[in-house]
């Protein structure tokens, strides 16, 4: 039986861990910008890095109040309706906003959109180029969020409801009444709610909430 030489069996081990890496860490790469945006004589533009161009007219008297793209993701913000660009599908996707909807904030990463207005949330999955919706209920008042990469975390008085770029849309989770405080703790797949008797995490792969022992 021979014997390998010591840096022969160094070098074997190293190629193993790296080829182990990058397939542990496959669908969770580094996206870099595919996707322009621009609008020009009615009509949006998105621009992917392969052939063709995939164009959305803008109805008469709609104005666009912003637009931005990142990564795969390509969101335009008009005043009737959110439009969300997939460039793994090559095609927009629209929501409606109704007109007493006023829109407070949006934050576009490489796999998903995240809007929030006065009484609803939505988000964007760039992979199945879906919008999902939630609505606050009554007396339900946002006290917290928090955004990465293919997680969103918001926090009510209520509850605490999770999107993820990977896993469906919204997961909500009800929080005690008398629950005093919280801390989000997040990073671009894991949100780690910090309450005052107990821990929530929520990961972008999988649909549930759960509690740490």
Known sequence: MSILPAYRILVMLVLSLVSWSGEGMGHQE???????ITAARGTVFAITLGEGIARQRL??????????????????????????????LKRWVEIRVAPSE????WTVTPRMV??????????????????????????EDLLDFAIEDHVALYVTNRRVLAFSAF??????????????GSEIQINDNVAILHLSDRKLVFRSGLAIWAELP
């Open 114 to 139: 995240i809007v929030h207005g006065h009484d609803v949330v939505y988000g964007f999955q760039t992979e199945t180029a879906r919008w999902k919706r939630e609505a606050w209920g009554a007396g």
């Open 59 to 88: 109805g008469a008297g709609e104005r666009i109040i912003g637009m931005e793209a990142k990564g795969l993701t390509g969101f335009v913000h008009t005043s009737i309706r959110l439009l969300g660009f997939s460039a793994v």
């Open 167 to 180: 896993t469906g849309g919204f997961f909500s989770e009800d929080l005690p009444v008398r629950t005093h």
């Open 102 to 105: 006023k829109i407070l904030a």
């Open 30 to 36: 580094v996206v870099t910008d595919q996707v322009s």
